[in-house]
């Protein structure tokens, strides 16, 4: 930069040694900060509202740990481009070419594909979509996107909260996969329902009784009885953070074995 300047003003600007090409790219690759677009779908953008609530370090991430490439409402760029690393909020539907597309082509062009939020991971209350509503009575099938494509790493909640977004980006870019292995398991949890902890956690004979399940749910759909969480099915939106957030339903099985030399 400051050769540039110096050439712009009509200075002498030769360095004494020049760096060697390979040296300058090992430089500016080290130097390079991961290049982050954002996908937004069929969502309220309550994810990316979440994301910017991270007021303690927002500034540091966007300023010097990140690079926003992409992203309608972040950036003004029309054509997408290479990423490292695609949030993409909100489910896809089936009916809307432009949303497909678009998140094929984001599946082409980044590292990692981020289902963010519950509507991209498990569909959450677009599920219940069921169209013949104007202007569009034929967009009737939302579903997650990992139906789709290949997803990486989830991070459910309706919306996740700031810290876990903000961990769950710092993780990706340190290569913490501790932090991120749950992340990815969760890719597969497409199909929630707060009746998932009565099949998958109380019938197993995991449940104890924390009450976990209840506090996490938004919507006020589960309440503790004798103990137990008890689904009022009308309120769940099956956004999955109930069971996500109970502390018996991500149980590391090969890790434990491993760690006990089984
Ligand atoms: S019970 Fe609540 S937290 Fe669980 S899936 Fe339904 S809405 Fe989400
Ligand atoms: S969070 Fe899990 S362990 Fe805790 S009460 Fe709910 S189902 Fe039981």
């Not at 994301?51 to 500034?59: G, K, Q, R």
């Not at 993409?88 to 597309?101: A, F, I, P, R, T």
Request: net charge negative; charged share 25%; with cysteine.
């Amino acid at each position: 930069m400051l050769a540039k300047i110096k050439e712009f003003l009509g200075m002498e600007a030769k360095p004494e040694e020049l760096a060697s090409k390979e040296e300058v790219e090992k430089v500016a690759e080290e130097k390079a900060k991961p290049r982050i677009g954002y996908v937004h779908l069929s969502g309220c953008t309550g994810d990316v509202m979440s994301l910017s609530e991270n007021y303690d370090i927002l500034a540091e991430l966007l300023t010097n740990m990140v690079e926003i490439v992409y992203g309608q409402t972040l950036a003004d760029v029309w054509e997408m481009p290479e990423m490292d690393l695609v949030l993409v909020e909100g489910s896809v539907c089936l009916q809307d070419e432009h949303s497909v597309k678009e998140l094929m082509e984001a599946r082409e062009k980044a590292g990692l594909v981020v289902a963010f939020g519950s509507c991209a991971a498990t569909g959450c209350f677009t599920r219940y979509s069921r169209g013949g509503q104007q202007a569009r009575p034929d967009h009737e099938s939302f579903v997650p996107i990992a139906d789709l494509v290949k997803v990486d790493c989830a991070i459910p909640g309706c919306p996740p909260s700031p810290e876990i977004i903000a961990k769950t980006v710092v993780a990706v870019i340190n290569g913490d996969m501790d932090y991120l292995q749950p992340m990815i398991d969760l890719v597969g949890y497409t199909e929630a329902c707060g009746c998932d902890l009565q099949y998958k956690v109380v019938n197993q004979a995991l449940c104890i009784g924390c009450g976990t399940c209840a506090m996490s749910c938004q919507t006020r759909a589960l309440t503790m009885t004798d103990g137990r969480p008890e689904l009022t099915s009308a309120r769940c939106v099956k956004c999955g953070i109930c069971y996500t957030q109970c502390p018996r339903s991500w149980w590391p099985a090969d890790r434990i074995k491993q760690d006990l030399g089984l």
